[in-house]
């Protein structure tokens, strides 16, 4: 049982524009949500976060949006640059703090020129 | 910036034989680290809760006897993959909580291939 869906595999997006990946949750205990990034053969980086008393969250060129009546949650790149290739974790978790997190299948972005 | 450090990154064995990759907080002090596999194209799949000093915590379906964890210390947690099989051949990351700050770092993994 996937609780944790990322139904976009692959994005490709030019550079200057914005990326948006997607991320859709089932289990409603789910409190906080962080965005990971990872290039091949390396653990993922942490992006950014959002708690659910939140709807948005912004931090730099990122910026998380979160509907929790929809159980769906966005992460914006602008403007996206060929280093943000990547495949793009979303994960959930129960408490405030960063714990065992539910992964989802990555979407994987490519920037091109 | 907080580092977790795994080892070795690749590693490739016979079948039959155990694996031992070590997860290591180099600058903070974690009571708790997670043991996560990946599969190509999927998602990181929680396999275990490593707890210092105690016994680790397995996800459903993950066999303790077969993927032994030991949390010795406040910097070090090691995943032992006894027995090898061609199918245990996966990528395996390690996450550690700074007990400090609460903030979750991850290992670069370590890429296990089993002939």
């Known amino acids: 049982d996937q609780q944790v869906k990322q139904n976009s595999p692959s994005l490709s997006v030019q550079e200057g524009r914005i990326s948006i990946l997607n991320c859709d949750y089932t289990?409603?205990?789910?409190?906080?949500f962080l965005w990971y990034k990872k290039y091949p053969a390396e653990g993922p980086t942490f992006l950014i976060s959002?708690?659910?008393?939140?709807d948005k969250n912004e931090d730099g060129r990122f910026t998380v949006f979160l509907n929790k009546s929809a159980k769906h949650l966005s992460l914006h790149i602008v403007p996206s640059q060929p280093g943000d290739s990547a495949v793009y974790f979303c994960?959930?978790?129960?408490?405030?703090?960063?714990?065992?997190?539910?992964f989802g299948t990555g979407t994987r972005l490519q920037v091109t020129l | 910036g907080a580092v977790v450090s795994q080892h070795p990154s690749r590693v490739i064995c016979k079948s039959g034989t155990s694996v031992k990759i070590e997860c290591r907080s180099l600058?903070?002090?974690?009571?708790?680290m997670f043991w996560y596999r990946q599969f190509p194209k999927q998602s990181l799949m929680l396999m275990a809760t490593?707890?210092?000093?105690?016994?680790?915590?397995?996800e459903q379906g993950v066999e303790k006897d077969k993927f032994l964890i030991n949390h010795a210390s406040l910097t070090l947690s090691t995943l032992t993959v006894t027995s090898a099989h061609p199918e245990d051949s996966s990528f395996y990351i390690c996450s550690a909580r700074d007990q400090g700050h609460g903030e979750l770092f991850f290992g670069e993994g370590s890429r296990l291939t089993v002939l």
């Open positions: 959002i708690s659910s008393i939140k």
């Open positions: 289990n409603s205990m789910f409190d906080y």
């Open positions: 600058d903070f002090q974690a009571t708790t």
């Open positions: 490593s707890n210092e000093g105690s016994k680790a915590t397995y």
């Open positions: 994960a959930a978790t129960y408490t405030g703090t960063a714990s065992k997190l539910t």
